[in-house]
């Protein structure tokens, strides 16, 4: 069995790398994000947003569903410690 | 938990710093458009105050100002107000959080501060609840 896992862990992490090969350079102008999303985001950004912060305008509007999902992540997180650590007064009697 | 009581001046100290930390976590979260910040980060840096009078006097003076209950209000009311724009706009006839539609000026910015708003007061409580929970753990 440790040797099945040990193969396919293998294999996913070979073809990982393999595809890894096809992937553009970091900062290569030519690559497909730099050449329409991100042109959008520091030519129009300022006209379509009225914020001069990019960072704050791509996070809080452009992938608003994305910050969306990370404040439910924190919201989840301090829940899920909340449920597992927290004594209700009924336990602390019991 | 009932640590070693600080000295006098780590309390004063203390005390004299938590507002001022206060103000400029508030500073960052209302100022995430223009400079760098937003709610994240302003969320965490008002955590911060409140840990620092924790270590200070005791977690006892921060549950005084913010009960438990009312950190679990808070962690619901910022998320609950970044999904509520979301679904003001869709009432307005705009997609989910297309903040275009809202019936003020500049309104995309005014949609980012709200929904700015709404992240810090989660992250503040979240962190807050965690740290509190970590410390009175038995």
Redesign the interface.
Request: no cysteine; net charge negative.
């Given at each position: 069995m440790k040797l099945l896992h040990l193969i396919a862990t293998s294999v996913t992490g070979l073809l990982l790398l393999l595809g890894s090969l096809d992937m553009p350079d970091t900062g290569d102008p030519e690559s497909p994000a730099a050449i329409h999303v991100s042109p959008r985001y520091i030519e129009d950004g300022f006209e379509e947003t009225a914020v001069p912060n990019m960072v704050t305008a791509v996070l809080a509007d452009y992938r608003s569903f994305d910050t969306l999902g990370e404040v439910t992540v924190i919201f989840t997180g301090a829940l899920a410690v909340l449920l597992i650590l927290r004594r209700t007064r009924e336990e602390e009697n019991a | 938990m009932n640590p070693e009581p600080q000295d006098v001046i780590v309390k004063t100290v203390c005390r004299l710093l938590a507002p001022f930390i206060q103000l400029f976590g508030l500073y960052v979260i209302m100022h995430?458009?223009?400079?760098?910040g937003?709610?994240?980060q302003g969320g965490v840096i008002l955590a911060s105050s409140y840990i620092l009078l924790a270590v200070a006097d005791g977690i006892d003076v921060v549950n005084r100002r913010l009960s438990l209950k009312m950190l679990?209000g808070y962690?619901?009311t910022?998320?609950l107000l970044?999904?509520g724009i979301?679904v003001v706009c869709v009432l307005l006839g705009a997609n989910?959080?297309d903040?275009g539609i809202l019936p003020v000026t500049?309104p995309?910015?005014v949609?980012?501060l709200v929904?700015?708003i709404?992240?810090g007061i989660?992250?503040m409580?979240?962190?807050l609840?965690?740290f509190r929970?970590?410390l009175t753990?038995?």
């Open positions: - | 995430g458009h223009s400079s760098p937003g709610g994240f679990t962690m619901s910022g998320v970044y999904a979301g989910y959080l903040y500049e995309r910015s949609g980012m929904i700015e709404g992240v989660t992250v409580a979240a962190v609840s965690i929970d970590l753990f038995e």
